[in-house]
């Protein structure tokens, strides 16, 4: 007696089910690429209990003949593909002819729709074991799907479902993603008879903010790169608006929403330097590739593929969005409603003459400044700043000096207009020092705040990479060496590496065997603590190894010196090191954030100052 028989057809499709149809969510997933395929212009979502009790999407599209009603609603029929090419060249969203089969096994479907070519609509109806042929229904344009009661004829599975706010949120989840990728689409969602989102058709930028916020589009670097027919565009926010989840990474492919690690893996990593470990960036991207190049049928989901040349995409995302992010100069505005704005300002290329400006330097300016209330027609005390030609090579960040006992050139009072444009450069003019920790400065919009150790912090470690890349770390000999007390460990670790710190840009020697000497150290770093500097270094590279110290932790390793030889707070600058300080965060890639992801500048507007003052009230 043969035990091995052929399945019900209920039983398989209540199978495939399980894998395709998780939860609502995915059910209205698919729904809604179907709508998409079949070129809605508008698309209407009602859902009731989180879409467990009922989930009708209505859309304009091109609908389905009375003929092909019933195969619709049949496992593996399909319009979009016939042979093995097709399925290696997928262009459409669905393609597998399984997800009204699978929602019908799990439900009571009602399918109605009208081609342009029929007088009226028709209908059919699935409940998980019968189907009723096609029946007359009044006129409509498109397709209307509408699913009742979702698993409950799986009770086993239906327990598994959560609260219906749960899945409220997965089903609002799956919405967003699809208005999204399709501005042009106009869309609507209802939830339990109330309108809870109404996207009209807009341009890309209109959409994410509608569908992400104001507060995301202001924080964002727009992207469009394209090389060897592979084309990247969209938006990542910048390091200052994170995340303590993953919840703003909107990733497409072929306009398919899709969670890949290898694409997780390439973003994360051009955002190293610029963000906390702990917090997640957000994007919305979309990627343009030939599709024969790209498998999305690895996965009953399809939200997950494989690239047929990983290893280029992701160096093509990484230094897309790597590219996007190291542009400097991009702003953060500090209003007077605690929110964070982010704009994009030019870049102040190094090297390039600059004009001669102005730096206010009396208490009597600020008192002026608030003084006239329409035409700002303000005279201020200033002097002449004759701006650096040459980088932070040839200047020293971090007098000792105490305010008092800094000199500044004082000139005649002169008419100034801050709405005009003093050919300030992007971070402006320094006005002085706040603590010994904040330079303030003055633009062409209003006062700019710098944390001077994050800045310089951020130079140097660039700066660094730069010189180990080019294998140019300079070395600078010291007249009288240092000695370190250490451990026997340590003296032979730095006997064993010699080499390796001679590419740091250090001379070690042992005086003994448990005295270190530093003969030479790297010029670049003239500010820094050389004893403690190294000391932290010998823990890093004993715990790194050296095999991956030049490698994968190589910028860790230069992070720290870098930090070492940033100017340290409490240091009393003038203002020529203040404005050369300024003038090299504008020439600096990734300059507006430190290398642990903070800020390292805010700018607070006029017009957040007149609210702070509440001038014109």
């Known amino acids: 007696m043969a035990t091995i028989k052929p399945l019900p057809e209920l039983l398989i499709n209540q199978i495939a089910a399980g894998e395709v149809v998780e939860r609502p969510a995915s059910a209205l997933k698919e729904i809604l690429e179907n709508c998409i395929d079949a070129k809605a212009s508008k698309i209407n979502v009602q859902l009731l209990n989180g879409g467990i ?46 997800a009204l089969a699978s929602i019908s096994a799990i439900s009571t479907l009602t399918l109605i729709s009208q081609t342009a070519d029929q007088h009226h609509a028709w209908q059919v109806q699935v409940n998980g074991k019968s189907i009723t042929p096609p029946l007359p229904a009044s006129p409509i344009t498109g397709t209307v799907v509408d699913a009742r009661d979702l698993y409950a004829n799986i009770p086993a599975r239906r327990k598994f479902l959560k609260t219906d706010n749960t899945e409220y949120a997965h089903c609002e989840e799956v919405f967003k993603r699809m208005a999204l990728v399709q501005p042009n689409i106009e869309f609507t969602l209802q939830h339990n008879e109330k309108l809870r989102h109404h996207y009209r058709s807009s341009d890309v930028s209109e959409r994410i903010k509608s569908v992400l916020g104001n507060e995301f589009i202001k924080s964002v670097s727009f992207i469009e790169e394209e090389a060897a027919g592979i084309k990247l565009k969209g938006v990542v926010a910048l390091p200052a608006y994170s995340r303590s989840s993953r919840d703003m990474q909107y990733f497409f492919v072929n306009n398919r929403f899709v969670r890949d690690k290898l694409i997780t893996h390439a973003i994360r990593e051009a955002y190293r330097d610029v963000l906390h470990l702990d917090r997640f960036p957000g994007f919305v991207l979309f990627l343009e590739i030939n599709p024969a190049d790209v498998d999305v049928n690895v996965h009953p989901t399809k939200m997950e593929i494989r690239f047929r040349d990983p290893r280029a995409m992701h160096q093509f995302i990484f230094h897309t969005v790597n590219k996007s992010l190291a542009k400097p100069s991009k702003t953060i505005q500090a209003d007077m409603t605690d929110t964070i704005v982010t704009k994009t300002i030019p870049s102040y290329p190094q090297h390039r003459p600059v004009k001669p400006g102005k730096i206010a330097q009396s208490m009597e300016y600020y008192q002026s400044l608030f003084s006239a209330e329409d035409d700002r027609n303000i005279t201020q005390t200033e002097t002449e700043y004759t701006p650096q030609t040459d980088s932070t090579d040839n200047i020293a960040y971090g007098s000792n000096k105490a305010p ?13 207009t801050p709405e005009k444009q003093q050919n300030f450069p992007p971070l402006g003019f320094a006005v002085g020092q706040l603590h010994g920790v904040y330079i303030l400065a003055q633009n062409a919009n209003g006062l700019i705040i710098v944390d001077m150790h994050a800045a310089h912090e951020r130079i140097m470690y660039e700066k660094l990479k730069t010189a180990m890349a080019n294998q140019a770390l300079a070395m600078q000999q010291l007249l009288i060496p240092l000695t370190i007390n250490t451990d026997r460990t340590d003296i032979v670790f730095v006997e064993e590496n010699q080499e390796v710190f001679g590419q740091l840009g250090f001379d070690l020697a042992a005086l003994s065997p ?21 000391l932290n270094l010998l823990t890093e590279m004993q715990n790194f190894g050296t095999s991956q110290l030049l490698t994968a932790k190589r910028n860790e390793v230069l992070a720290t010196m870098a930090c070492h030889g940033a100017v340290r707070a409490n240091r009393y600058l003038t203002i020529e090191e203040m404005n050369a300080l300024l003038r090299d965060m504008e020439a600096t890639e ?19 100052l007149d609210k702070l003052f509440m001038r014109g009230k």
């Not at 448990?514 to 190294?534: M, N």
């Not at 990734?590 to 957040?608: I, K, L």
Request: glycine share 6%; proline share 4%.
């Open 53 to 98: 009790k009922q989930m009708r999407i209505t859309d304009n599209g091109v609908g389905i003949s009375k003929d092909d009603l019933i195969p619709a609603l049949t496992r593996h029929s399909t319009s979009k593909i016939n042979t093995l090419e097709d399925l290696q060249n997928i262009i459409s969203l669905g393609f597998r002819g399984e």
């Open 404 to 416: 008092h006992e800094q000199t500044h050139e004082i000139t005649a009072q002169q008419p100034f």
């Open 514 to 534: 448990t005295t270190l000497a530093i003969r030479a150290v790297p010029a670049i770093l003239d500010q820094a603590d050389w004893i403690k500097l190294l």
């Open 590 to 608: 990734r300059a507006d954030q430190c290398n642990h992801g903070r800020p390292t500048w805010y700018e607070m507007s006029m017009v957040s």
